[in-house]
């Protein structure tokens, strides 16, 4: 939701150099990713190396290839 997202922000704004994001392949991840890349300077999209998948965790259920 918006206000988890801000409150997201919040706690992380400024405390690192960079942030990943391994967020859900749907909506709510697409509407969130955009969100963080907008608001935090630094930021990569990590779902490239999981897009045939819904999310992180589906990906590596079932794959044996090393996220890279």
Not at 34 to 49: A, E
Request: zero cysteines; charged letters at 30%.
């Amino acid at each position: 939701s918006a206000s988890m997202q801000e409150k997201g922000l919040v706690a992380i704004q400024g405390k690192f150099e960079a942030y990943e994001l391994y967020l859900d392949n749907d909506k709510a991840g697409d509407e969130a990713t955009q969100f963080f890349i907008d608001n935090l300077s630094n930021t990569t999209d990590k779902r490239v190396h999981y897009k045939e998948h819904k999310d992180l965790n589906e990906f590596l259920v079932n794959t044996t290839s090393p996220l890279r």
